[in-house]
């Protein structure tokens, strides 16, 4: 089955870490450009972090710059996003995509609103609450 799956989200306290895993099974991620997005209830998707299928470079949406790192394990067909000092505002629906023509910075900022991609996760909830 062709699907893209996340994991590692849950309740955690402000100031605390979680690391989301986006993992593909029925293709391989490395001719993919991968994206994490979230959502808050009555809030717009958001871009939070993008990462190229070529030359591994990155994109970060100011909400989360110097505090999230993607990376990605093609040998284990897996996206990670690590997130530190978690805030309150970032609790939300987290999704990753995969997308063969995306690039980078446009994957996470536009194109996500003018196209569907190539794959997308069922999302898992990241609520960060004391």
């Known amino acids: 089955q062709v699907q893209l799956v996340e994991s590692g989200g849950g309740l955690v306290q402000p100031g605390g870490s979680l690391r989301l895993s986006c993992a593909a099974s029925g293709f391989t991620l490395d001719y993919y450009a991968i994206g994490w997005f979230r959502q808050a209830p009555g809030k717009e998707r958001e871009g939070v972090s993008c990462?190229?299928?070529?030359?591994?470079?990155?994109y970060y949406s100011d909400s989360v710059k110097g505090r999230s790192t993607i990376s990605r394990d093609n040998a284990k067909n897996t996206v990670y996003l690590q997130m530190n000092s978690l805030k309150p505002e970032d609790t939300a629906v987290y999704y990753c995509a995969a997308d063969s023509a995306a690039t980078v910075q446009a994957m996470c900022t536009v194109t996500h609103r003018l196209r569907p991609y190539d794959f997308w996760g069922q999302g898992t909830q990241v609520t960060v609450s004391s």
């Open positions: 990462i190229s299928s070529s030359d591994g470079s990155t």
